[in-house]
């Protein structure tokens, strides 16, 4: 027996015979396909109002667990759709998610109500667009989602759909930093009574406008969708 070119071979000693070369078949022990409990990584939580349980992202799906007391449930239980990014509404009525699958299905605000007194039990779904979004931030009042898609871009989905007559969806900001350079602006921030956001902004790289390139705070009113900056950047 002999090693040639990666595979062995057997030469017979008697009778003249060819060489021929053996073939070996390892079974697998099929480890991974086995049924079993399985420890994904939580990529992502959100915590409840009250603190009694937390959202979690395992796995592509959205699982709500006790803190001390009760059982683990699955509230997104959608197969094939890859959830993330919880995030529990202040009054602890509803769970919102993210969903992207590829470039060739959009991407999706999925608002799932949580207790029995919210307006309907059935999933309500925004669609987002072609757009990879990182994360999305409740109002104090629970009526309105901020969201930043990857190109820095900041969106206010609401859901009472009297955004000043547009559609539930709204852009309020497009940022002009290089979306290769990664996420280049904090999550924003919501006023205590909900009718002002606030972000950060980069300034001109030419230090143009009366101020620099470093990072500006800007405030968006919802009343009057109006932008005021409230920082130089100095």
């Known amino acids: 027996a002999y090693c040639q070119a990666g595979r062995l071979h057997l030469l017979p000693l008697e009778g003249g015979g060819e060489a021929l070369p ?12 086995r049924p079993g409990f399985r420890s994904g990584g939580v990529l992502s ?11 979690l992202n395992v796995r592509g799906e959205v699982l709500t667990v006790p803190v001390e007391h009760g059982s683990v449930r699955n509230v ?6 890859n959830e ?5 509404s202040p ?30 039990g059935e999933p309500r779904t925004i669609s ?37 007559g547009v559609e539930e969806l709204h852009k309020i900001v497009s940022f002009t930093s290089d979306p290769s350079m990664g996420k280049s602006t904090e999550t924003p921030c919501w006023s205590p009574d909900s009718q002002w956001l606030a972000y ?20 968006y009113s919802i009343e009057t969708q109006a932008i005021v900056q409230a920082t130089d950047g100095r």
């Open 22 to 33: 053996l073939s070996f078949k390892l079974p697998s022990d099929l480890r991974h396909s």
């Open 45 to 55: 939580a959100s915590i409840s109002p009250t603190g009694v349980r937390a959202a």
């Open 76 to 81: 997104s239980n959608s197969p094939g759709v």
């Open 84 to 88: 993330r990014s919880p995030a529990w």
């Open 91 to 120: 009054n602890g009525q509803f769970i919102a998610t993210l969903t992207y699958n590829g470039k060739d299905e959009d991407s999706a605000l999925i608002i799932r109500p949580q207790i029995a007194s919210a307006e309907s």
């Open 128 to 164: 987002l667009g072609p757009h990879f979004f990182y994360s999305c931030v409740w109002s104090p009042d629970s009526r309105r989602l901020a969201l930043v898609d990857k190109e820095m871009s900041i969106w206010i989905a609401d859901l009472d759909a009297k955004y000043g």
């Open 200 to 219: 950060l902004q980069e300034g001109p790289e030419d230090g143009s406008n009366g101020g620099s390139a470093c990072y500006r705070v800007m405030l």
